[in-house]
């Protein structure tokens, strides 16, 4: 759960084509990347008019995501924070049998990989499972990463005249996430298992701008609006690219899992349990939400044969954020809740191997989001128009597809293979996130 990953929304906007003399920083955190490339410390304006204390013009000049940066952060940390965990479920499942006095396998196939299934592993039973996952996030709503637009306004815009310049962006974002997930599980009784997930994170996001002037209310005078660059006319530049990039690691949020079994009819079964997620990962680094989260869920499964079909659904309720609210001044907002539901089914191919099926839906519920849409800048100069950023707030379901295999080589020991496709352009998105682990029975 600590995938965030978290992050998730701060990768949005990264740069992608280059321009003279590049400006480079490091933000304090990660999740202040973004205001400190497009705030007053990072991309900066000049102009002729010096004021008394020394500053530049290159406060009038503003964006739709610097005054509206809470949605965007808000957006990205919510989808990097709520990265797919595998389940901490064994694969070997075992019920104790009076009459022989042995406990006994419950299912012939090793079981689902980023679902679960109803089944317990057995009283005293214990399992180990230690696993890795690779977000490299592709696109934002169905845009390519490395080529998000934003366009900076000046202030007082209605005015006219100079004010009608603008600053076009080019951004290309490159981010990433590697999660190492280890997960105890154990057998409380023969119907009740707890479980314990400890994510390690490591999460590397760099941004690119290529920013260009666009004269529109000043023409051929460069000497208003500029960059400073010694190779142009007079150093009055019209292109400059500016970037950040930082990776952080440590351990992730921490996730209690008790599940127990209400339900077993000859080969059908239900549980219903609770997922509790502890915000010890660094939110200010995108290692973790920053909040407590709490997740009920229940459980549908059944064995026939060599097939195990099963269905799971979950309501994730999170609590506050500064990732939702303003990792600058420390001001806390909601991170968005979610429905998980998902469905699938393992099949053992053979005693020693098992393949596997799911997917998994997740809706972000009221969630700030992002668009891309046309505006039109008339200026005494010329009119032009350019593709900018939109924020909004609004449900929406992220749709993927996994595929994996699970292992036998030798006793209780099990290899895992696992890769999940996204299938929907909603939010941020990884194509192809692929997943190797081993587990252990005790």
Do not use: C
Not at 115 to 127: H, K, L, Y
């Amino acid at each position: 759960m600590s995938r965030v990953v978290p992050i998730v929304l701060l990768m949005l906007l990264a740069a992608a084509p280059t321009a003279a003399q590049p400006a480079t920083s490091t933000p304090p955190t990660l999740a202040q990347m973004f205001q400190e490339l497009f705030g007053p410390n990072g991309l900066v304006v000049n102009s002729e008019d010096v004021l008394p204390d020394g500053s530049t013009h290159s406060a009038h000049f503003n964006a739709g995501f610097q005054s509206n940066f809470t949605q965007f952060n808000t957006a990205l940390a919510g989808q990097l924070t709520s990265l797919p965990l595998p389940s901490p479920a064994s694969g070997f499942t075992y019920s104790f049998d009076a009459a022989t006095g042995t406990f006994v396998r419950t299912t012939r196939s090793f079981g689902p990989i980023l679902s679960d299934r109803a089944e317990t592993i057995g009283r005293g039973r214990m399992a180990f499972g230690y696993n890795f996952q690779h977000f490299s996030f592709d696109q934002l709503e169905g845009r390519d990463l490395s080529r998000i637009p934003a366009v900076f306004t000046h202030d007082d815009l209605e005015l006219g005249g100079g004010r009608t310049d603008v600053v076009t962006t080019r951004n290309s974002i490159r981010a990433s996430v590697g999660q190492w997930t280890g997960a105890l599980t154990y057998g409380v009784t023969d119907r009740l298992d707890i479980a314990l997930a400890v994510p390690v994170i490591h999460t590397v996001l760099s941004v690119t701008s290529a920013a260009t002037i666009e004269r529109i209310g000043t023409g051929e005078a460069r000497d208003i609006h500029f960059f400073r660059d010694p190779d142009a006319p007079g150093g009055f530049g019209s292109n400059r690219t500016f970037s950040s990039s930082g990776s952080a690691s440590g351990i992730g949020d921490l996730i209690l899992r008790v599940k127990g079994s209400v339900m077993r009819e000859g080969p059908r079964a239900l549980a219903v349990g609770l997922d509790a997620r502890m915000p010890t990962g660094d939110e200010r680094n995108l290692l973790g939400a920053g909040a407590y989260g709490f997740r009920p869920f229940v459980i549908y499964s059944a064995s026939y044969r060599r097939f195990a079909p099963h269905a799971n659904l979950a309501y994730a309720w999170n609590g506050d954020s500064v990732l939702a609210g303003n990792p600058t001044t420390g001001e806390k907002g909601d991170v968005p809740d979610q429905l998980h539901v998902s469905a699938g089914t393992d099949i053992g191919v053979n005693d020693r191997f098992s393949m596997t099926v799911d997917v998994l839906g997740r809706r972000l519920i009221d969630s700030p989001r992002v668009f891309f849409e046309p505006r039109t800048f008339v200026g005494p100069v010329r009119t032009e128009t350019f593709e900018d950023l939109v924020f909004g707030r609004g449900s929406f379901w992220s749709t993927s597809v996994a595929v994996g295999f699970k292992a036998n080589p030798v006793g209780r020991l099990l290899i895992d293979f696992n890769l999940r496709f996204s299938v929907q352009d909603n939010g941020l998105t990884d194509r192809v996130t692929p997943l190797v682990g081993i587990e252990y029975g005790f």
